[in-house]
Every structure is written in structure tokens, then in C-alpha cells.
């Protein structure tokens, strides 16, 4: 009896055995086959059951099973028997149908980078094939309204927050294309900075008075003790505005916009004669160069050739971008006006064409160029920082003050208190009394810097 059973069991544990000789290949191949198959095949029926609670207790109700595992397209989660043996031209004809949708209707690559993106595929995906995308009336009408309600839910959720540790109003003035005059009311909080309101203000008279009734309003609906902290441009009329608004309520306090304010402070700059006939001299390079092809696609051919022309992040730092961008392309400006190919060419010899090379061959021009480009980059660093959207930057402008004054002595010198804090030196825009900009003391600036 006991040999029979043994030889039972003998035989049980042989038919597990996979070999993986010629002719079990095919068997292996099976039971891949198999278990994807059941994997594709599970059934929502096939999920656990539960009893109803005070019901009839034989009916049941379908339950979902929270995820055990992370997601598929989660970076380091277990792959399934199917995306391991897909094909790879499978998975590249699916990229191209995705690629060809995002150029037919013209959407920026960077839409991928959406934390949403991967969102709608997992989704699609687990709906499985046969899904149809919503029709253009569903998306306009039905599904706008149900986003802006889940949009207005996170807003409402912001608001306990302005409670517990205050929130920062913001205004945001500007024009559109119709020459309408908007102003954009924003709230920072610990949570994060979400809108509140716009207000067409074209017809409205923007004194003072009208703009702190204005904001109170939006005040009084945000609540007073909640709110500490309003800032504005730098606007003489929102100046006066801001010290109406800290009278009238007296926990709030009010700034203006570090990147107005950094705004005004290169406009003041770039007014100023010796800089304003700086700009002059290289933009006839630039006009000169950008007006005919025949020299710009000579200097094209250069390897390390980059266009001179930048787009700044407001109009007046654009000017010291310019000068930036042409100090950085000083040899191949040069090269190109001592080349038989400018020297040759009829242009070259015309009056404009003797104008630019005398300016190219100017060491002094390249000397100013330096010397601006020098006092203006840590004003345009900082614009840019203050600028930036990704996070707030008071504690990262304190880093670098801290950081400047070191570097230059820290023993507060002109030039040291000017890299340190370039806002204590304001103009007659700022609205800020301190030690005014002019050309005396720009001239005394770089005096300073190349001694």
C-alpha cells in the first residue's frame, strides 16, 4: 500500500516538471500564454463578495480590492506577463498615434510633462479596449462643470488655512489687446496660491481712493484677520493706495512687487545718457548684422555661433541682454569685419557698413560693455528669482545678499552695498528715497569696480 502511494505521488510531482528540452518549449510557451490569457480575462465577477449590512443576506455586493502593488507605469513597480513580452513595434506604433495626435493639434511637447498626462493613460488603459473620448458639447458643458466644482472644492479647502496662518493678497494690473484695463486678485497661503477674482477696471478712475475701496472689498470677503500682507506694482496710485489700505486696517501691511520694483530700477538705468548711447552703438550692429543675410548667414557657418537677439523678461532688462549676448560674440564680430568678406562686399564699404566695423574695432565699446554687463547681471539674476513661479524666493534673495556682501568684503564699500542690495540705490521712479541713480554715480560705480 505504502509503495502504491509513493508511486502516486512520484507521479504527480513528474507532471509539474517543466523540461526544458526541444519538446518542452511549447509547453512553456503555454503556460506563458495561459496565464496572460487569464490575466486578461479577469472579470469584475471574479472579485471578492461582502453581505449587505441590515439587508437580505443573500444578496451581495461587489467590492474593489485597494491595490496591493503600485502601478505599472510607477518607476520600479513588478512589470505584468504582458508588458514583458509585448512587442517593442507594438509600443512604438502606440507612441506614434500619441505623437501624431499632439502635432496634429499643435500642443506643445511640454504637455507631456503634465502630471495629468500619465493620469489619462493609466486611465484609458484600465478601461480597456473600446474606449470613445468624450465629444466636444460633453467636455464644454458637463465636464467643465464638474472640474470647476472640484476646482472650487480645493479653493474652499484653502481657506481654513488663511485662518490658521494668514494668507498675502496680490494684485496683478494689466492690459489685453483690447486696451482693457484688468486687475487680477490672487492669495498666497502655506497651501498654495490660488484665484479669487478679476475686475474690469477700464472705466473706474484709478486714484487712490477708488483702488483702496477696491481692495477692501476684496478684503472683507477674504475676512480682515486673515489677511497680513498685501502686495502691488510700484505705481504711484497703488503707493498711495497701499498706505490707505495699512491705516484702515491696521494687522495688514503692505510692499510693493520685487519685480516692478527691480523693473524700475533698470528703466532708470537704461535712461541714463552714457548707457542710453551704449544701447544705441550696439543696436546699429545688431540692425546691421540682422538687415543682411549675406553676413549673417556668414557668421551662422561659425560653430559656436548663437543669434545675437534675445528676448528679455521685460523690455527694459532686454537692453542689457542685448549687450550681454553681442559682448558674448565679440571674436566673431570681429573676425567677420576684418574678413575679405565684408571688406569685399559692397556693403561692407557703404557708410553703415564703415559705421559697424568702426564699432566692432572699438575697444572701448567692448570695455563699457563688459563693465555694464558686470553691474546689471546680479539686478537681472535676481529679477529673474523674484520672478519665477516654481517658488517663493524671499529666503533664496536673502541667501544671495548675504552671499554678495561676503564675496565683495562684507565691509558695505559702494560697490559692496550695491552687488548686496542694488535696491537701496533707487530713482526718481522707485518712490524710495536713498541714493539716487545717475551718471555721476554710475560713473563712480565702475570707477570703482575696475579699480
Given amino acids: 500500500m505504502e509503495g502504491l502511494l509513493k508511486e502516486i505521488q512520484k507521479s504527480k510531482t513528474s507532471k509539474r516538471k517543466v523540461s526544458f528540452n526541444e519538446e518542452g518549449t511549447d509547453e512553456c510557451e503555454d503556460a506563458i500564454d495561459e496565464a496572460i490569457a487569464q490575466e486578461e480575462q479577469q472579470t469584475p465577477s471574479q472579485l471578492p463578495t461582502k453581505e449587505v449590512v441590515g439587508g437580505d443576506p443573500k444578496k451581495k455586493e461587489k467590492i474593489i480590492i485597494p491595490p496591493m502593488f503600485a502601478p505599472r507605469t510607477t518607476p520600479g513597480s513588478q512589470k505584468s506577463l504582458k508588458s514583458v513580452f509585448q512587442n517593442k513595434e507594438a509600443l512604438h506604433e502606440v507612441d506614434k498615434r500619441v505623437a501624431r495626435w499632439l502635432l496634429n493639434c499643435r500642443i506643445p511637447f511640454n504637455a507631456v510633462m503634465s502630471p495629468f498626462f500619465q493620469d489619462m493613460l493609466d486611465g484609458v488603459a484600465g478601461f480597456g479596449p473600446g474606449y470613445k473620448g468624450p465629444s466636444y458639447d460633453t467636455l464644454r458643458v458637463n465636464l467643465l462643470t464638474n472640474l470647476k466644482r472640484e476646482c472650487q472644492m480645493v479653493v474652499d479647502s484653502y481657506r481654513s488655512a488663511w485662518k490658521e496662518t494668514g494668507c498675502t493678497l496680490m494684485a496683478d494690473g494689466w492690459t489685453d489687446q483690447r486696451q482693457k484695463t484688468l486687475i487680477n486678485f490672487l492669495v498666497y497661503c502655506s497651501k498654495g496660491l490660488c484665484f479669487v477674482k478679476s475686475v474690469d477696471a477700464s472705466s473706474m478712475v484709478k486714484n487712490a481712493s477708488s483702488l483702496c475701496d477696491l481692495f477692501s472689498e476684496v478684503i472683507e470677503w477674504i475676512g480682515p484677520d486673515n489677511v497680513v500682507h498685501v502686495v502691488t506694482d510700484n505705481a504711484a496710485n497703488y503707493v498711495a493706495a497701499g498706505r490707505l489700505i495699512s491705516k484702515k486696517f491696521e494687522n495688514i501691511h503692505w510692499s510693493p512687487c520685487a519685480a516692478h520694483f527691480l523693473n524700475l530700477i533698470l528703466k532708470d538705468i537704461s535712461s541714463m545718457p552714457h548707457i542710453s548711447s551704449l544701447a544705441t552703438r550696439a543696436s546699429k550692429i545688431t540692425v546691421f548684422v540682422y538687415n543682411h543675410t549675406v553676413f549673417l548667414s556668414w557668421l551662422r557657418q561659425k560653430e559656436d555661433w548663437r543669434e545675437i537677439v534675445c528676448p528679455g523678461a521685460t523690455r527694459f532688462a532686454t537692453v542689457f541682454l542685448t549687450l550681454m549676448s553681442i559682448f558674448e560674440r565679440k571674436s566673431e564680430l570681429q573676425q567677420l569685419v576684418v574678413d575679405t568678406h565684408f571688406t569685399g562686399h559692397k556693403l561692407g564699404r557703404s557708410a553703415n557698413g564703415r559705421a559697424v566695423s568702426a ?13 555694464v554687463c558686470q553691474i546689471v547681471s546680479p539686478l537681472i539674476k535676481l529679477l529673474r528669482l523674484v520672478d519665477a513661479d516654481d517658488k517663493p524666493s524671499l529666503g ?56
Fill in 359 to 371: 564699432i566692432i574695432l572699438d575697444n572701448k565699446f567692448w570695455d563699457d560693455c563688459f563693465t
Fill in 396 to 451: 533664496t534673495v536673502y541667501e544671495d545678499e548675504i552671499n554678495a556682501d561676503l564675496d565683495q568684503g562684507g565691509g558695505g564699500g559702494r560697490t559692496s552695498t550695491f552687488y548686496a542690495a542694488p535696491f537701496a540705490f533707487s530713482g526718481p521712479s522707485s518712490g524710495n528715497e536713498g541714493d539716487e541713480i545717475n551718471d555721476a554715480n554710475l560713473q563712480q560705480i565702475m570707477e570703482d569696480f575696475d579699480g
